[in-house]
């Protein structure tokens, strides 16, 4: 098998960059999961064996070579609605409908097999390494990968890891951050939450995107106005990044798929879906949170309508409260609606109060005290 004979299959199929390199053990990955054990405790808990994904071997025994794909998740534009409230790379994630990239990959690997080479597509190396390796990409500070030469050298793209029993020659690799140097680190300065404390270290766990499918429990008082209205994901580092810059001032077509489910996202029809609902939905589409989470997502919408600073969502916000048994979900509408402000959040608040207790109570008491 030719090495340009699957560059051209992986051109066909619509990926828009291939790289390839060797199946060495990510020793400097290692490096940093063993002195940051703390910040990644919580990847197990979630079934993530990061570690196993250190040496491609331990998923492929006979593996030899490992292929990149590179495919730009932003080649159409999203729906304004779903924008600052869903991160774009999960707007069209297919991988539980089997859409039109889960094909690509899966025609792809057909290739490969076809072709006597086997082939695994893991979900616990490291991607973005994995990448820079293959020569696909460079780093940006906000750990994100950043294109060698599509989609104008953005980071809108998603990089998808073969380990494959043939050996490849092997690409140049670019593992090095690409930012220029007159950057003055405005990720950094820009994350709401910290997260990224100097270039090229974040603490996941403080991150948007961590805290708004994965934190447990009520999200703490001290960062919801960070959060903003991210419901799902966070696009903050990459928006205000000068090397994305060209993407996005450019007009493109409308994402069809995503906009067909558009008014599924509607921020009220989420505040007040039932199970059914959700599991029909939502869920097939943005799945971070299990079917037995829709708490979480009422949870993050309400902050999310807290901080908009739309009065229109007061009444909703306030059927939202006597519909729900969840105190998590109570707690966050209590302070949304403090949060918005106004005569008829108050009238509320201290209607609910008398048969309220524990966490909603406090709640409550707190989002009166903001009047």
């Keep these: 098998m030719d090495k340009i004979d699957v560059i051209n299959k992986a051109l066909e199929l619509g990926f828009e960059d291939i790289g390839f390199t060797t199946v060495e053990p990510f020793d400097s990955q290692k490096e940093i999961l063993d002195s940051r054990r703390e910040e990644y405790a919580w990847t197990m808990k979630k079934g993530f064996d990061l570690r196993k994904g250190l040496d491609p071997k331990n998923i492929l025994h006979d593996g030899k070579s490992i292929i990149v794909l590179i495919d730009v998740y ?81 980071s809108w793209i998603s990089p998808i890891p073969l380990i494959v029993d043939y050996v490849f020659e092997p690409d140049q690799p670019t593992v090095e951050v690409g930012c220029p140097k007159w950057c003055k680190n405005t990720c950094i300065a820009s994350c709401p939450t910290g997260a990224l404390s100097s270039p090229n270290k974040i603490d996941p766990r403080k991150c948007i995107s961590y805290l708004s499918y994965y934190q447990e429990g009520i999200t703490p008082v001290d960062i919801r106005e960070q959060l903003g209205t991210w419901i799902y994901g966070c696009d903050r580092c990459q928006e205000v990044c000068p090397r994305n810059r060209l993407w996005l001032s450019q007009s493109l077509p409308t994402n069809e798929r995503v906009a067909a489910k558009e008014t599924d996202f509607d921020l009220i029809q989420l505040l007040h879906m039932n199970r059914d609902y959700y599991k029909t939905n939502i869920w097939p589409h943005m799945f971070y949170m299990s079917l037995n989470e829709i708490w979480r997502w009422k949870m993050n919408v309400a902050r999310a309508m807290g901080n908009s600073i739309d009065i229109k969502y007061i009444p909703e916000l306030i059927k939202a409260f006597e519909e729900n048994d969840d105190e998590r979900v109570k707690g966050m509408i209590a302070w949304a609606l403090a949060r918005l402000g106004g005569a008829e959040s108050k009238l509320a608040l201290e209607r609910f109060l008398p048969s309220s207790n524990g966490l909603v109570k406090d709640e409550i008491l707190n989002a009166l005290n903001q009047f």
């Design 74 to 154: 932003f080649k159409e534009a999203f729906p304004t609605q779903m924008e600052g409230y869903f991160g774009r790379c999960y707007q069209d994630d297919d991988r539980i409908t089997k859409g039109q990239l889960y094909q690509r990959i899966k025609a792809f690997r057909v290739f490969l097999r076809d072709n006597g080479i086997d082939s695994r597509a893991p979900f616990n190396i490291p991607h973005r390494l994995t990448a820079t390796r293959a020569g696909v990409g460079t780093f940006g500070k906000n750990n994100f990968l950043y294109s060698r030469k599509v989609a104008k050298k953005s």
